[in-house]
């Protein structure tokens, strides 16, 4: 992946209510520290490096159980 490149990464599914959220990451010359929290307060993921991710909740799609 290139710098400023914007990859799919696919989906990811809070663990706490099951919200599904589709994932991409793009590539920057410069370290990004950030997280990203569910609505629900989950945290989901944290990084500290030159990947940035960006999540939107897929609509209509819910891990029922």
Do not use: H
Not at 1 to 9: G, I, N, Q, R
Request: with cysteine; proline share 3%; hydrophobic share 20%.
């Amino acid at each position: 992946m290139a710098t400023w490149d914007t990859s799919d990464l696919g989906k990811e599914t809070c663990d706490q209510c099951g919200t599904i959220y589709s994932v991409t990451g793009k590539q920057y010359p410069c370290r990004d520290k950030d997280s990203f929290t569910c609505s629900c307060g989950n945290k989901i993921r944290s990084w500290n490096g030159t990947m940035s991710y960006s999540y939107t909740p897929i609509k209509d799609e819910k891990i029922t159980e």
